[in-house]
Every structure is written in structure tokens, then in C-alpha cells.
T-cell receptor, first 113, second 114 residues
Framework: DAMVIQNPRYQVTQFGKPVTLSCSQTLNHNVMYWYQQKSSQAPKLLFHYYDKDFNNEADTPDNFQSRRPNTSFCFLDIRSPGLGDAAMYLC????????????FGQGTRLTVV | AQSVTQPDIHITVSEGASLELRCNYSYGATPYLFWYVQSPGQGLQLLLKYFSGDTLVQGIKGFEAEFKRSQSSFNLRKPSVHWSDAAEYFCAVGAAGGSYIPTFGRGTSLIVHP
């Protein structure tokens, strides 16, 4: 089945130690999104790629970066995780301007110790 | 700019009772509307969607929603709730073209009592 896959499902990292979360898709969608979701809150968009074009949300901290080496893969890099970065990170894809329906991965739960 | 309002933060129902979760949106043109469900520790799963056509749409798990343009609403309904329906529900609005990024409501937490 075509899908969005996030690895790992659970990630524990040390305060200040760089960490990378990964997302892959078999849907061949143009757009890949990264959301941060804290407990009992709506997902908050960090940034997205439309094809190779990177779009950063204005309030996304510089500590968060992303890479999309090809259509199928997208990475979220947190350069120096703080305790406040502990959250669920959700990857999603869509066909963008053709169809905005978003398809989500299962998420990565990040714990910072 | 598009926006979504889910006025109820929590809804509590008894198992077997009917359910309606409210969603109001703001968008100038014809929107694409979605309901997603999120179980604890999971990603968002699409329940149903409306793009055009019949304003009453059927989704998975026995859910349905009705698009009412005059009220700018897209309420989610289920005639008989099961304990496994306890989850967080998100309404979202998007559009083809320039406003393709979905905007999510804050979510409604559904609690089901036995």
C-alpha cells in the first residue's frame, strides 16, 4: 500500500545532542510537511517542501532544519534539542495545488533527557 | 486567510449514544474539508472529506459529515458511538491552488463512557 512512513516511532535524545527524524513516502506527492504536536494541541506546521522548494513558517525556530534529497524522503534535523522540543513530530504529504488532502505518517515521539 | 473553529474542546458521550462534533470554517471560495481522527500516540487518519457534489459525505468507521455552505459548517456525526471511538478529532480546511496548505482546528477530544 502507498503510504507515509516515519522512522523511528520513538526517539530519545540528550539535551543539546543533534537528532534527525526521517520520513519517506511511496505516494509520489509533491508536497511534504513537518508538523510539531504537543500534548492535547493541534499540529503546528514547522515547514514544508513543494517539490524542491523549501517553505519555512515564520515562527519556526532556527534550531529546526529540513532536507529533502529526493521526492521520496524528507528529514527533520534538530540541531540542539531543548526540553521544550519534546513532542510528537508528524510528517505528511499531499499533491499540493492539485489536491490539498494530507496523508500522515504515524509520527515520531521525541523525548529529550 | 482560511480558518477553522472547533468550539468544543471536550465532548463526553455514553457508549451507544449519537455524536455530533462541530466545525465551522472561514474561506472565500469552495473549500476542501476534512475530518481526521488521532488515537493516542498515533498519526492523523482521514475519516472523510468533502470536495464537491453531494453535501452529505460518508466516511470510515460509520462516520458522516454534512457540508452546509450557508452556515459555513462541516459537522461530524455518528449515530451510535463505540468505546473505541474515544480519540482526538480534527477538522481541517484547504483549497486547490494557492491555499493548498490545510488549516487545522484545535481539535475536539471525545470521551466515551461505558
Amino acid at each position: 500500500d502507498a503510504m507515509v512512513i516515519q522512522n523511528p516511532r520513538y526517539q530519545v535524545t540528550q539535551f543539546g545532542k543533534p537528532v534527525t527524524l526521517s520520513c519517506s513516502q511511496t505516494l509520489n506527492h509533491n508536497v511534504m510537511y513537518w508538523y510539531q504536536q504537543k500534548s492535547s494541541q493541534a499540529p503546528k506546521l514547522l515547514f514544508h517542501y513543494y517539490d524542491k522548494d523549501f517553505n519555512n513558517e515564520a515562527d519556526t525556530p532556527d534550531n529546526f532544519q529540513s532536507r529533502r534529497p529526493n521526492t521520496s524522503f524528507c528529514f527533520l534535523d534538530i540541531r540542539s534539542p531543548g526540553l521544550g522540543d519534546a513532542a510528537m513530530y508528524l510528517c505528511a504529504t499531499s499533491r499540493g495545488q492539485v489536491n490539498p488532502e494530507a496523508f500522515f505518517g504515524q509520527g515520531t515521539r521525541l523525548t529529550v533527557v | 486567510a482560511q480558518s477553522v473553529t472547533q468550539p468544543d474542546i471536550h465532548i463526553t458521550v455514553s457508549e451507544g449514544a449519537s455524536l455530533e462534533l462541530r466545525c465551522n470554517y472561514s474561506y472565500g471560495a469552495t473549500p476542501y474539508l476534512f475530518w481526521y481522527v488521532q488515537s493516542p500516540g498515533q498519526g492523523l487518519q482521514l475519516l472523510l472529506k468533502y470536495f464537491s457534489g453531494d453535501t452529505l459525505v460518508q466516511g470510515i468507521k460509520g462516520f458522516e459529515a454534512e457540508f452546509k455552505r450557508s452556515q459555513s459548517s462541516f459537522n461530524l456525526r455518528k449515530p451510535s458511538v463505540h468505546w473505541s471511538d474515544a480519540a482526538e478529532y480534527f477538522c481541517a480546511v484547504g483549497a486547490a491552488g494557492g491555499s493548498y496548505i490545510p488549516t487545522f482546528g484545535r481539535g475536539t477530544s471525545l470521551i466515551v463512557h461505558p
